[in-house]
C-alpha cells in the first residue's frame, strides 16, 4: 500500500509499536484519545501563536510560561523590528510553520499528491542565511534530540540559501531549554541518524506487516483492545 506521510511524531509512533501505529493511523479502527496534558499543551501552542499574529494580551494562566517564551524570542534575535522600522533587516518570523518535503525530497505543499514527510515549527525565524527553530514543549524535559535534527533538515531543504540552524526545545514549564546547532554541511550525516526508521516504515506500508511490539502501554493506555498483549488498566 501507499505509506502514508510521516513525522517526527508518527515516526516515534510506529516505533514504539508498529501494530498500534497501523490500527490507529494506517487503518483508523481506533482512535487514541486527547489527555489532559495533550489538551493543556495545544491551548498554549495555540495562544503563543494567536499573540504574535494579533499582538493581543495573552490569558493570565499562560503567565508562568511567558518568560521563557520571550526568551527564546530574544535568542533569535528579538521582535521588536517590524517591516518599514528603523533596524529592520528583513527577518521573517513565523509561528506554526509547517514544512513538508515530496517523495523526491524537493519541498512541496502540505496536502500535495507525492508528499513525504512533514514537520511543523512552533517559531521559525530566517535571518539572511542564519535559521532559528524552537519548540514549545509543555511535557517533562526530554532531551532527544532527533526532532531538533529534522528541524534543521525540513529548513534547509525549505530555505536553501540559509547555512547554519539553531534549533531548540524551550520547556516551558521548566525554564529550561536544549540548544543545537547544525549546518548545511550536515545534511546527509542528519540523514544518517532516520535512515534504518524510515527503511523499516517504507517496507511495513510495502509488505501491510506490523509487528506488535509490547510496553507498559498494554496495560490500559493502548486504544487497541483486540490486541492479544491487551490488558486492562489496573
Ligand atoms: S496492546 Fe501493546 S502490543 Fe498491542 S497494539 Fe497496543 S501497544 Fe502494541
Known sequence: MKALPWSHSSLTGY????KQYSEVKVYKNFKEEQGDAAAWGNYIHEQIELHFKTRNPLPDNMAPYWPQVQAAVEWTGGDRTHPGEPGYRGRLMMFEQKLALSTKLKRCDWFA???WGRAILDMLVIDGTIAYACDWKTGKVKPDNKQLKLFALFVFYH????????TSFEWLQHNKFTRETFYLT???????SFTTDLLELRDAFRSETWQERPSGL????????TCRHWKPKK
Open 159 to 166: 530555505f536553501p540559501y540559509v547555512t547554519e540552524c539553531h
Open 15 to 18: 516505533k514504539t509499536c508498529p
Open 218 to 225: 498494554c496495560n490500559g493506555w493502548c486504544p487497541v483492545d
Open 186 to 192: 550536515d545534511v546527509a550525516t542528519l540523514w544518517g
Open 113 to 115: 499528491d507525492d508528499v
